[in-house]
């Protein structure tokens, strides 16, 4: 998958499309033609909610704690790139299986 970007040995950046006020909280699949993992939010964007909806959403996902994923880019845009610290040794087919399960 082309979301997914290996930085160092347990450091993994994702490029997320954020769609806010949506009447449902999902994550969908991602097109061939789009490299961004789109996630579907219900929070607006105001005040940092979306943002925080967005972090708790790929914590819960990814099983890690709050300080081991942050925004890294494009925290008051659409398309933004999380950093995600993993305590253990992990493949990007865990992830994947853990992101949409």
Known sequence: MDFIKIKSNNLYLLRIRVKTNS??????????T???LTILLRSKPVQ????????NLIK?????SSDQVQISAGLKKADKILQVNFSENII??????RIFN
């Open 23 to 32: 009447k449902k909280r999902e994550i969908l699949r991602c097109s061939e």
């Open 48 to 55: 940092n909610k979306a943002n925080r909806e967005l972090l």
């Open 92 to 97: 990007e087919s865990e992830i994947i299986k």
């Open 34 to 36: 789009d490299s961004n």
């Open 60 to 64: 819960k996902k990814l099983k890690v």
